[in-house]
Structure formats: C-alpha cells, structure tokens
C-alpha cells in the first residue's frame, strides 16, 4: 500500500497567479500520476510524472500550464500556472506501486479556488 | 476514449441490489472499479483483467465481458456503507496504469 501526503489540501488564489501543489508518498512508487477532478465530475488524467524526466501530458493539458517535477521515486510537484476560475477544481495525486497494472492509491486531493 | 457508466445516478433502500455498467467504445485491457465518498479520495475496490473474469469485494462483485467491451459492478444487499460515486477507470493496453475513467455513478442507500 501507499500513504500519500499533499499540500495544501486547499487554497483560494488570484487569477494571473500560480500554485505549487505537493505531493509525498511514504514509499518508493514506480507510477506517479496527476488527476484533475471538477465539482460533482470524473477524473481526468492531466498527466504521467517521470522520475528524473520530462512529464507525460495527456491531450488537452500542455507543460507551460501544468510543469511538473518529479525529482525521486517519492515525491512530485504538480504547479497550476497563470491561473483563471476555470482551474478552479480538485487536483489529485495518485500513485501505483507496481510496473504493470494495479490498484491505485489517491492522495486526498488539493481543492484550488480561483477568483 | 472516456467510458460510458450507466446510470447516473441510483437510489436504494437497505438491503437491495444495484447493478452499473461500464462500456468502452475500444477493446479494453483492463477494468478498474473504484468508490469515492464526498469529500474524501477515491478507494480501489477491484480489477478485472480478463474477459469473463469476476471479482468480489464483500458483497460488491464486478463482471468483464471483453466481447461486449463491458464491464458491470454488482452491489448486493447494499449497505448504508456503500453509499458514495462509483468510478470504472479503464486501459486498452498495458499501460502501466494509466487510466481513463468514467463519469461515475453516484449511489445514495437510505435506511
């Protein structure tokens, strides 16, 4: 299993401004990934965080918007840029601990409001 | 391609069943089913791999029709517990888990 942190768990920003979203996992994981959730909708993949490389961006979401860092096997950034009221969502980090496929473990979530 | 979860939404008295149902417009490689309760991180509740597998989870139990491209989660004699929004996330290869997942399914169980 993984315990994952993130931070902060909410905020209410600025439009124009941007927000570093944090995410801590109490072990090592091979997959790390960032889920968008807007109010009473699904989850949407935003993209796949690469250990020691460049994020993997699903269509739609592009890395000057969202750069993502993932500097080991335990933890990621997730930065929300330029920031407008349609950001205004659940950021989720969601990890899987093996290489192929399996359960995910979800963080709690980071709800951003954009004014 | 998003998934197609159907209903939408489902309201049940203690002790009755519910049925969902997952259907892609692709041949899938897998079928993930998870549970979010409002307010909190969506909980994995069980994987199906293979066509015509079925899984259970307590009295939660899931089919995979991998002709029909479908999958369906069975809630049986449900539980004020169960109550929450119902997810199928889904991969049409092996890729490491990268899901896309459904609408969900919201289900409310009244006493």
């Known amino acids: 299993s993984a315990v994952i942190s993130q931070k902060p768990s909410r905020d209410i920003c600025q439009r124009g401004t941007s927000l570093t979203i944090q995410c801590q996992v109490d072990?090592?994981?091979?997959?790390m990934f960032w889920y968008r959730q807007q109010p009473g909708q699904s989850l949407t993949l935003i993209a796949t965080?690469?250990?020691?490389?460049?994020?993997?961006?699903e269509s739609g979401f592009v890395i000057d918007k969202f750069p993502i860092s993932r500097p080991n096997l335990t933890f990621s950034t997730l930065t929300v840029s330029n920031m407008s009221p349609e950001d205004s969502s659940i950021y989720l980090c969601?990890?899987?601990?093996?290489?192929?496929?399996?359960?995910?473990?979800f963080g709690e979530g980071s709800r951003l409001t954009v004014l | 391609q998003q998934p197609v979860q159907s209903p939408q939404a489902v309201i049940l008295r203690e002790g009755e069943d519910a049925v969902i149902n997952c259907s892609s417009s692709k041949a899938l490689y897998s079928v993930h089913w998870y549970r979010q309760k409002h307010g909190e991180a969506p909980v994995f509740l069980m994987i199906l791999l293979k066509g015509g597998e079925q899984k259970g989870h307590d009295k939660i139990s899931a089919s995979f029709n991998e002709k029909k491209q479908q999958s369906s989660l069975y809630l049986t004699a449900s539980q004020l517990s169960y109550s929450g929004t119902y997810f199928c996330?889904?991969?049409?290869?092996?890729?490491?888990?990268?899901?896309?997942f459904g609408g969900g399914t919201r289900v409310l169980v009244k006493p």
């Open positions: 072990s090592q994981v091979t997959m």
């Open positions: 969601s990890v899987g601990t093996g290489p192929t496929t399996g359960e995910l473990f």
């Open positions: 965080a690469n250990q020691g490389s460049e994020a993997t961006y």
């Open positions: 996330g889904t991969e049409i290869r092996a890729a490491g888990n990268k899901l896309t």
